[in-house]
């Protein structure tokens, strides 16, 4: 377990984040020294909780996903590959740490709409898209086909539903992506992927099918309950002290992650049956992810988002052209530090066979996300209808898809929820829902924008690729 390299590569993540909002607090004294203090606790929580919790996942839960979808894909019952994916799929969700920054948030703002009830039609939604991608690949279903029928009914089904639940509705997709929940579908999809022995795509394609079910579920949930806001702000948890949260964090984190345990145990027995020392690492690397997703939900809570909050509603008020600016300042610095696009860039370097340098993609999604940052940023600001940006962006998405080769596809919609990281949710959320000035319908959103703009830069992408080589064999 490599945890000194997983956490230079947190703190690399966090740091900028970090000392960015403290001089800035500091300097438009939105917060005090004792304040600024908290944070830096928090920012110590996030940073040791990541990275133990990413060494976990990268020890135990994605050895786990791709043992049990290499074993069910074995079993060629497909009744069992339903009801493990189904269950899967639930559960991972449920334990997701950027699904429940989310439904935390939403709560905060929403008298109408429990933390429980969202991440339980989140986890819904995964569950059943999750099953689907499998299937697909199961039965060499054509990957684009379904990418557009899905997103062609989110997109009309957006015109129906309440602004709030569109905007909450997007960002479950971008957040259901998330440290926890991409390794492990990713894992699993690989693990059957491996055993069908069939074409390039069938190993993509399981994260993008599996971002649409949250948007679904929440736009359906959104047409039975109506929106009562509570004020868009993030409560101080700071004065509920230190150890309380800590605790109430064991005690909440426990929960979502028993049922991983024995699902993983179960498979262990009676289908896996690992030899006795690689099935002790793997539970080890699941105590890991526990231990780590506990300290950063801890720091999350304490402090860290409270801070973003503050800050973005003072910077509101101060220059909203300063607020956007930052806003895109720390979009780039979360790209540049999330390890999950360095491996992005070098899996479409290695596709394109060179024809798409790694710079040049890590050039590209920084600009992507900075924009994405800065275009959420001023739609919170202004309390735009955030269908004016994202019905003819996925517009263009999907009929630039048409032309995409399918390889790259399947990378760009699975791409989307890459750039989701962590930090978004734990900061450049609460940042934007401060930005907005108690408007709910204004608040979301960002998360989306964050996971829409890498599907439009890599399809971009592909479509030079595809002439880069139609040069190549006119010149031949």
């Not at 899905?150 to 479950?172: E, K, N, Q, R, T």
């Amino acid at each position: 377990m490599d945890i000194l390299k997983q956490l230079k590569e947190v703190t690399l993540s966090v740091l900028p984040i970090a000392l960015i909002a403290s001089i800035l607090s500091l300097l438009l004294k939105s917060s005090g020294v004792n304040e600024i203090i908290n944070f830096g606790i928090s920012c110590l929580c996030v940073i040791f909780g990541l990275t133990l919790f990413l060494t976990g996942v990268n020890n135990g839960l994605m050895p786990v996903g791709n043992k049990i979808g290499a074993t069910i894909t074995k079993s060629r019952s497909l009744l069992l590959i339903i009801l493990v994916s189904l269950c899967l799929g639930f559960i991972i969700t449920v334990a997701e740490p950027d699904v429940e920054v989310l439904a935390k948030q939403v709560a905060k703002i929403s008298n109408s709409l429990s933390e429980s009830t969202l991440i339980i039609a989140i986890a819904s939604g995964v569950a059943l898209f999750l099953m689907l991608s499998l299937i697909r690949t199961i039965l060499h279903l054509p990957l684009k086909v379904i990418l557009f029928i899905g997103y062609s009914i989110v997109l009309i089904l957006a015109l129906f539903v309440p602004p709030f639940f569109v905007s909450i509705g997007f960002d479950a997709g971008g957040a259901t992506t998330g440290p926890m929940s991409v390794p492990f579908i990713m894992a699993l999809g690989m693990g059957l992927a491996k055993v069908r022995g069939k074409d390039e795509e069938s190993e993509f394609g399981y994260v993008a099918l599996s971002s649409i079910g949250p948007i679904l579920a929440v736009m359906v949930l959104g047409t039975f309950i109506n929106v009562e806001s509570a004020g868009a702000s993030v409560a101080d948890s700071a004065s509920h002290g230190f150890f309380q949260i800590l605790l109430s964090c064991f005690k909440s984190t426990g929960i979502s992650f028993l049922p991983i345990f024995a699902v993983c145990i179960i498979m262990q027995l009676f289908f896996m049956k690992l030899p006795f020392h690689k099935a002790l690492r793997l539970f080890l690397g699941m105590l890991y992810a526990y231990v780590g997703l506990v300290l950063f939900s801890c720091g999350v809570e304490f402090s860290f988002s409270q801070i973003a909050n503050t800050l973005g509603a003072t910077l509101a008020e101060f220059s909203k052209p300063l607020l956007v600016l930052l806003g895109g300042i720390l979009g780039s610095c979360v790209v540049l530090a999330e390890p999950a696009i360095w491996v992005l860039t070098e899996q479409v370097e290695d596709v394109s066979q060179g024809a798409i340098k790694k710079s040049l993609m890590m050039v590209t999604l920084c600009v992507a996300v900075s924009i994405a940052v800065m275009l959420g940023l001023t739609r919170s600001v202004f309390h735009l209808p955030i269908l004016v940006f994202i019905i003819p962006c996925y517009a263009v998405i999907l009929i630039l898809m048409l032309f995409t080769p399918k390889l790259f596809s399947a990378i760009a919609f699975d791409s989307g929820g890459v750039a989701t990281g962590p930090m978004s949710s734990a900061f450049l959320l609460p940042y934007a829902i401060g930005a907005a000035g108690g408007s709910s319908d204004a608040s979301f959103g960002l998360i989306a924008f964050i996971a829409m703009m890498p599907i439009l830069c890599i399809e971009v992408l592909g479509l030079i690729y595809r002439l880069t080589l139609k040069k190549g064999k006119k010149n031949e």
